[in-house]
Nanobody, 119 residues
Framework: QVQLVESGGGLVQPGGSLRLSCAASGSIFRFYHMDWYRQAPGKQRELVASITSGGTTNYVDSVKGRFTISRDNAKNTVYLQMLRLEPEDTAVYYC?????????????WGQGTQVTVSS
């Protein structure tokens, strides 16, 4: 079973930047579209950004122009570069994937990485 390990979170002031990473075990990473989600306290998990196996990206409106998702298939890793962070971006960030043919997601979530935007 694929394991996902997120990292790179932390405490940052409004306007600051962070780069999140998500490493996936196994050799099947390139067969998956990859997604970044976030979950703020008391709220449902929200899809933030997606990148297809071919590199096409999509973002939720609230992060367009500030966040950039990318992937390195050789390293089985997906990244989320976050610029101009806002307090509303505070959440635990998770990654997951969807098989390019079946659409089935990885069976488990990682532990996530906490992003806190506060002065």
């Amino acid at each position: 079973q694929v394991q996902l390990v997120e990292s790179g979170g932390g405490l940052v002031q409004p306007g600051g930047s962070l780069r999140l990473s998500c490493a996936a075990s196994g050799s099947i990473f390139r067969f998956y579209h990859m997604d970044w989600y976030r979950q703020a306290p008391g709220k449902q998990r929200e899809l933030v950004a997606s990148i297809t196996s071919g590199g096409t990206t999509n973002y939720v409106d609230s992060v367009k122009g500030r966040f950039t998702i990318s992937r390195d298939n050789a390293k089985n890793t997906v990244y989320l570069q976050m610029l101009r962070l806002e307090p509303e971006d505070t959440a635990v960030y998770y990654c997951n994937g969807r098989h390019v043919v079946t659409g089935v997601a990885f069976g488990s979530w990682g532990q996530g990485t906490q992003v806190t935007v506060s002065s």
